[in-house]
């Protein structure tokens, strides 16, 4: 399966929901995930304040973001690398007595090259950096001595992360901007792309595996809610869930779910064994164990029906220009691809559908579930249902729908499995974007268009299922 950075990391996230799955988390992996109308009207207002209204003015945006968190990462890296060399004087660390030994330290400290290209980047020297968000620190001594605590809790985490720190989490924010910056119609798809990529190359280059990235996006996670409760001997009880998420989700071989091009240490047992000293992990373990053989299934299931999408449906979607259809935060009354729907895991788990040896889903919604054989409907009153594929598929499309909010569905009719099809209308096509200050009759031959490439992607899934099955015959 190839590495796509925004939908590998996207679809990890919603693969591992906290509420609806405790033995694993949506924190398991920061990755992006679809913003939902509340959170893009907020990056919306962001944006709009700080004049980002193209590609340049976003990369820009980026950059500031990224030197705000510079002073982080610089602190991850000194206080760590100083406390393993002096484990008894960190708390005692003063600038009016250390100044030199510590400047000393910091230039003895070795760079990693991805590092000094973060700090580059926002146009400071790493060295000087370091210093300046090191020196902020050690003048408050209630941070000063937060931090001897925080090194001396999380030290094993720290060894595994070496010295890539709060990157991880800004890098993920980065991805989460980009994003927003596509739906909102400030960015072509091309643009969207490049940006993208970017990100997902230097993911790649600061770290060694999914371990080590995990490791960072712990770390940040476990620094914000220790920071935000001026805790860190009695962990809130947030940061100690997210924990012991983490060593549970660690079970599963994500390096051979997701492979990623050059990253192949398979580094997440390694993080496995980091967290043992912070969990119950025989309590943990035991629960694993007991629910594996299902939980295992489950996940095969779900990452297949992810690549057939991928593979085989998601370049009809982009060649016809309609992406953003199938990118909205969705919701259990509307349609949900399996790489975007937020809660895709804990539906498709909670109807046990009795699905045959090879068969895998890839769309649901209110009252059917496609995948790569047939159709599933269990609709309460009529009871569970499966239809295979037929040779066609008649698609035709209804009027608009206001459900209020600004939450306007579009309904699809498939004849001949008697399915309803709801589409949320794009985040663009509602708010203040480019195209909402486009004529009536511009928005309605843009919406036009768009329904009759849905209606053309529909009406071929038979044969582009069939393909797919085809295609595993012959392999």
Request: one cysteine or more; charged letters at 25%.
């Given at each position: 399966?190839?590495?796509?950075?925004?939908?590998?990391?996207?679809?990890?996230?919603?693969?591992?929901e906290?509420?609806?799955?405790?033995?694993?988390?949506?924190?398991?992996?920061a990755?992006?995930?679809?913003q939902?109308?509340?959170?893009?009207?907020?990056?919306?207002?962001?944006?709009?304040?700080?004049?980002?209204?193209?590609a340049?003015?976003?990369?820009?945006?980026?950059?500031?973001?990224?030197?705000?968190?510079?002073w982080?990462?610089?602190v991850?890296?000194?206080?760590?690398?100083?406390?393993?060399?002096?484990?008894d004087?960190?708390?005692?660390?003063?600038?009016?007595?250390?100044?030199?030994?510590?400047?000393?330290?910091?230039?003895d400290?070795?760079m990693?090259?991805?590092?000094?290209d973060?700090?580059?980047e926002?146009?400071?020297?790493?060295?000087?950096?370091?210093?300046?968000?090191?020196?902020?620190?050690?003048?408050?001594?209630?941070?000063?001595?937060?931090?001897n605590?925080f090194?001396?809790?999380f030290?094993?985490l720290?060894?595994?992360?070496?010295?890539?720190?709060?990157?991880?989490?800004?890098l993920?924010?980065q991805?989460n901007?980009?994003?927003?910056?596509?739906?909102?119609?400030?960015?072509?798809h091309?643009?969207?792309?490049?940006?993208?990529?970017?990100?997902?190359?230097?993911?790649?280059?600061?770290?060694?595996?999914?371990?080590?990235?995990?490791?960072?996006?712990?770390?940040?996670?476990?620094?914000t809610?220790?920071?935000?409760?001026?805790?860190?001997?009695?962990l809130p009880?947030?940061?100690?869930?997210?924990i012991?998420n983490?060593?549970?989700?660690?079970?599963?071989?994500?390096?051979?779910?997701?492979?990623?091009?050059?990253?192949?240490?398979?580094?997440?047992?390694?993080?496995?064994e980091?967290?043992?000293?912070?969990?119950?992990?025989?309590r943990?373990?035991?629960?694993w164990?007991?629910?594996?053989?299902?939980?295992?299934?489950?996940?095969?299931?779900?990452?297949?029906?992810?690549?057939?999408?991928?593979?085989?449906?998601l370049p009809?979607?982009?060649?016809?220009?309609?992406?953003?259809?199938?990118?909205?935060?969705?919701?259990?009354d509307?349609?949900?691809?399996?790489?975007?729907?937020?809660?895709?895991r804990?539906?498709?788990?909670?109807?046990?559908?009795?699905?045959?040896?090879?068969?895998?889903?890839?769309?649901?919604?209110?009252f059917?579930?496609?995948?790569?054989k047939?159709?599933?409907?269990?609709?309460?009153?009529?009871?569970?249902?499966?239809?295979?594929?037929?040779?066609t598929?008649?698609?035709?499309?209804?009027?608009p729908?206001?459900?209020?909010?600004?939450?306007?569905?579009?309904?699809?009719?498939?004849?001949e499995?008697?399915?309803?099809?709801?589409?949320?209308?794009?985040?663009?096509?509602?708010?203040?974007?480019?195209?909402?200050?486009?004529n009536?009759?511009?928005?309605?031959?843009?919406?036009?268009?768009?329904v009759?490439?849905?209606i053309?992607?529909?009406?071929?899934?038979?044969?582009?299922?069939?393909?797919?099955?085809q295609?595993?015959?012959?392999?």
């Open positions: 399966m190839a590495f796509n950075t925004y939908l590998n990391l996207k679809f990890v996230d919603a693969l591992y906290l509420r609806t799955t405790p033995f694993t988390s949506a924190e398991y992996y990755a992006t995930r679809t939902n109308f509340e959170t893009l009207a907020f990056v919306a207002r962001s944006f709009r304040q700080d004049h980002v209204t193209n340049r003015s976003l990369e820009n945006y980026l950059i500031r973001h990224r030197d705000v968190n510079a982080k990462v610089g991850f890296k000194f206080f760590h690398e100083y406390y393993r060399a002096r484990p004087s960190l708390a005692h660390l003063s600038l009016k007595n250390d100044a030199q030994y510590m400047e000393r330290f910091i230039d400290i070795p990693n090259p991805a590092l000094a973060f700090y580059g926002c146009g400071h020297d790493p060295h000087l950096a370091l210093k300046y968000s090191v020196s902020k620190v050690i003048c408050d001594e209630r941070r000063l001595g937060w931090m605590l090194c001396g809790k030290q094993s720290l060894d595994l992360d070496d010295d890539t720190g709060i990157i991880a989490q800004d993920v924010d991805i901007f980009v994003d927003a910056a596509f739906d909102l119609g400030i960015i072509s091309s643009e969207y792309e490049e940006l993208i990529n970017r990100t997902g190359e230097r993911i790649v280059k600061m770290f060694s595996g999914w371990g080590h990235f995990l490791t960072g996006i712990l770390l940040s996670r476990l620094y809610y220790c920071v935000s409760t001026a805790e860190v001997r009695y009880g947030q940061a100690q869930e997210i012991d983490f060593y549970l989700a660690c079970n599963n071989d994500l390096d051979v779910r997701l492979p990623v091009p050059s990253w192949e240490n398979n580094d997440i047992g390694l993080l496995r980091a967290l043992k000293p912070l969990v119950a992990h025989e943990l373990d035991s629960l164990n007991s629910l594996s053989s299902r939980t295992r299934d489950s996940l095969d299931r779900i990452t297949r029906g992810f690549d057939i999408y991928t593979r085989f449906i009809r979607i982009e060649n016809s220009g309609i992406i953003l259809w199938f990118r909205e935060f969705c919701k259990f509307e349609f949900i691809p399996i790489s975007s729907g937020y809660d895709f804990v539906y498709y788990d909670s109807l046990k559908l009795p699905l045959t040896p090879g068969e895998f889903p890839v769309f649901i919604m209110k059917n579930m496609f995948t790569n047939g159709v599933w409907n269990f609709h309460p009153y009529s009871g569970i249902r499966f239809r295979p594929w037929p040779g598929l008649t698609v035709s499309s209804g009027l729908v206001n459900r209020g909010l600004g939450n306007v569905i579009l309904p699809f009719y498939i004849r499995i008697g399915c309803d099809i709801e589409f949320q209308l794009p985040y663009m096509y509602k708010c203040d974007s480019l195209f909402v200050e486009k009536p009759e511009e928005q309605f031959g843009i919406i036009k268009n768009d009759a490439a849905l053309e992607i529909f009406t071929d899934l038979p044969r582009i299922f069939r393909e797919y099955n295609s595993e015959k012959n392999e």
